[in-house]
């Protein structure tokens, strides 16, 4: 008999588990379920198609119809889930017409992602108000970004920071307010976080901190936003204030959640109820340095965490062991990575920190087009374990920060980071690897706490 497999959800993480899972069993019946019009598409690319950095928002489709031809997934587009009963194992759908149908299952993955978070804002209805999560929010964004004219972003994270960017190239007077005491407030310590504030500014983006969007106002659409006593003239607000766990079939079908808010699932992504499993933004993670609950709302984990669900439901064996959050962004020519706790974090989780930070050279200094690099890293008092990393410059971060991480995953010690057999070669890698620099800084800020 096939094993029928139901999978709630079309982006990465639902996209990962029916690939995975089509490759574990290849007579599977496998459906996939969303509500977008479009085939899986990449949501992270949506900015720099605003930007211009990408022609058209029809190339971020990654998986056209074809390949699920290919594969044999059935993919339902344009359906809603409305109910999931996991006691007779079916779901109700619901189609773009209102016509309703009824789904069994022998198992079933939860992938329904996450939604923005509307902070209560006067005024916050008007419009030219918007969030950016789909393609149809791109491009709604995109038709209002003429240049001449002013935005105001609420939230300094990913998106903000990258819309900012895309804004900016078009001609759009651009401010970013941030209610928190610094931009990146989840990825970078403040100290780095001036460093990319220094950067952005000079560019040309205004950057509020410290301060929260009191009233958005006008007559019918935007005209201003109020900032404490201030009020800038405004023709579009984008809010990129984050996002929510979409849990409402989640907690419809009695599964359980979690403190942060997410579906709880253990290892291989089996949440508490039978057959059942959950992948991506709806669920939390584990954080591999605390073991404690997080949320960790980005693709590459949903990717992973969608391939582990998959290969379970459909009869194989994957552990998912939990997330350090690593993550990289683009923007006013900066990379920004990070990965592991900030400072912060780490005091939240009653753990004493010492921290180094260097500046070094992507290549060679006397190289054509060599560029600096800053780079801090983060360590735990007790062991001199490497608990964290943050890397600002204009190239060669995302290769850093993926080292790191594997570091940090073997719980690598900063005597150990010292002792990297790095590579160099004038055009590409300078003679000593800024890493290993920030490491011998930060090992003997270390040694002289503990002595």
Excluded at 9 to 37: C, P, Q
Excluded at 178 to 183: A, D, G, K, R
Aim: aromatic share 4%; glycine share 8%; proline share 3%.
């Amino acid at each position: 008999m096939e094993n029928r497999i139901v999978i709630v959800g079309g982006n990465a993480a639902g996209v990962s588990a029916a690939s995975a899972a089509r490759k574990i069993d290849r007579k599977a019946n496998i459906t996939l379920i969303t509500e977008e019009s479009y085939p899986p598409y990449s949501r992270c690319g949506l900015p720099y198609v605003i930007s211009g950095d990408i022609s058209r928002f029809e190339d971020l489709v990654i998986f056209p119809h074809s390949y699920f031809q290919m594969m044999k997934l059935d993919l339902l587009t344009q359906t809603t889930v409305k109910y999931v009963k996991p006691n007779e194992k079916v779901v109700i759908i619901e189609d773009a017409e209102g016509k309703t149908e009824t789904v069994s299952y022998d198992k079933l993955i939860l992938a329904t992602g996450a939604k923005p978070f509307i902070p209560p804002i006067r005024g916050i209805k008007k419009r030219e108000v918007y969030t950016l999560r789909n393609i149809k929010d791109g491009r709604l964004i995109s038709r209002q970004a003429v240049a001449g004219k002013q935005a105001v972003i609420i939230g300094a994270g990913f998106v903000g920071l990258e819309l900012a960017h895309a804004l900016s190239i078009r001609g759009v007077k651009t401010l970013i307010v941030e209610m928190t005491p610094q931009i990146l407030p989840t990825l970078l310590d403040q100290d780095m976080a001036k460093k990319t504030q220094g950067i952005i500014v000079e560019k040309g983006v205004m950057i509020i901190t410290g301060k929260a969007v009191d009233e958005i106002d006008g007559k019918e659409k935007v005209e201003e936003v109020i900032v404490g006593e201030e009020s800038f003239d405004a023709d579009l607000v984008i809010i990129a204030t984050g996002v929510l766990s979409r849990t409402e079939l989640a907690i419809q079908a009695g599964l359980t959640i979690g403190s942060t808010k997410g579906i709880v699932v253990d290892q291989k992504m089996q949440t508490t109820i039978p057959d059942i499993y959950a992948a991506g933004d709806c669920v939390e993670s584990k954080n591999m340095i605390t073991d404690q609950p997080t949320l960790c709302q980005l693709g590459t984990t949903a990717m992973r965490q969608g391939k582990a669900a998959g290969i379970n439901a459909a009869g194989g064996q994957s552990v998912f062991k939990g997330v350090l959050c690593s993550a990289v962004l683009k923007a006013f020519d900066l990379e920004i990575g990070a990965t592991g706790l900030t400072t912060n974090k780490a005091e939240k989780n009653e753990m004493k920190t010492v921290s180094g930070s260097v500046r070094g050279k992507t290549r060679a200094e006397y190289f054509p087009g060599t560029q600096e690099i800053d780079v801090k890293i983060i360590s735990d008092t007790s062991s001199s374990r490497v608990i964290g990393a943050q890397i600002i410059g204009t190239e060669n971060v995302a290769q850093r920060i993926n080292m790191l991480a594997l570091g940090i995953q073997k719980q690598v010690t900063l005597e150990e980071l010292v002792q990297i057999d790095a590579c160099y070669s004038p055009p590409v890698a300078d003679s000593w690897e800024v890493v290993t620099l920030a490491a011998e800084v930060t090992l003997r800020k270390h040694q002289m706490k503990i002595s």
